[in-house]
């Protein structure tokens, strides 16, 4: 929770933080967000894709 909090106050969408966030043990996380896949390449340790 801290994370998404941390994202959040950088900036990033709140619900967006919060997915990207609980997804951190996946190996990949889907989108259709093109803004989140972007911003997700420099700070997830998971693949972020659209479908």
Do not use: N
């Given at each position: ?25 996946c190996r990949t996380f889907y ?18 894709k659209e479908p």
């Amino acid at each position: 929770m801290m994370t998404a909090l941390q994202w959040y106050s950088d900036g990033m969408d709140f619900a967006d933080a919060l997915h990207l966030a609980a997804s951190q043990g996946c190996r990949t996380f889907y989108t259709f967000d093109q803004k989140l896949v972007r911003k997700a390449v420099r700070i997830s340790q998971c693949k972020v894709k659209e479908p």
